[in-house]
């Protein structure tokens, strides 16, 4: 059975993965009783945002309190988002739209804000907004995969000319120091075979220079009419990402927008 500690633990460093304020709703509940809960991080004197998640819970649900005239903007693409049900369980489900998802993706790809990319032209660019993003990450904090839907017009081809041009960059953060610094590679793998008009599918590593935070990642792209689709897996410990899972959550998610 789970210790409260290392439950805790767990819910610590999925907030810190979703990089926002944050609430625990129950998604479902499993038959065995509740466990006598620990004082809460207010008790001792520490600052949360989180409620205690009870140990009979066997999946929790991060939900982003968006301000309401972002949440009326953004709407629209919840309605077209995958289910946190269609996810694998058990994972903590994180939501984020705005800017706070594209700092999210940023983060991802390896380039947080105030990075300095070399080459220049390899930084990648912003998701146009409106942008939302569900992220399911494994309570062991070792895999997770992220749907990420939003609005453009840019053809799908402009990043696919990046990748292709940009197999290899390095991304220094605000500070400047060479304790800090991120090498990303990127291989173009052929295309899913999908519906929509244009698909990509990459993988991209990330290395951190000074932690042993390194992933290993799949993403897969397509275009659905003014929609872009990208489902992406990470492997932050040994192995590859799963990509037979995230094939399943991208056909899935292209299904629900291409039937809106």
Known sequence: MVSVRSARQTVRAAAVIAGTATVVSLVSAMAAPAAPAEPSPSDRGEH?????????????????????????????????MLPVSAFPDPYVVSDRSGQTAQRGLAALAGVPRDSRVTPAECAPAAVSDPVIVRTATAFDGGSSFTLVLSRTDDPLTDLEGQLTDCTFAKAVDGRGTSSSVTDISVELLPPPMVSGDGALAY???????DSAASSRQLVLATQIGEYRVTAIAAQYEVGEPDATMLHLLFTNAIDRVAGR
């Open 48 to 80: 949360s945002s989180l409620h205690v998640v009870p140990l009979d819970a066997d999946r929790v649900q991060f939900v982003q309190l968006d301000e309401p005239a972002r949440e009326a903007e953004v709407s629209g693409l919840w309605e077209l």
């Open 203 to 209: 993988t991209r590593t990330v290395s951190r220079a």
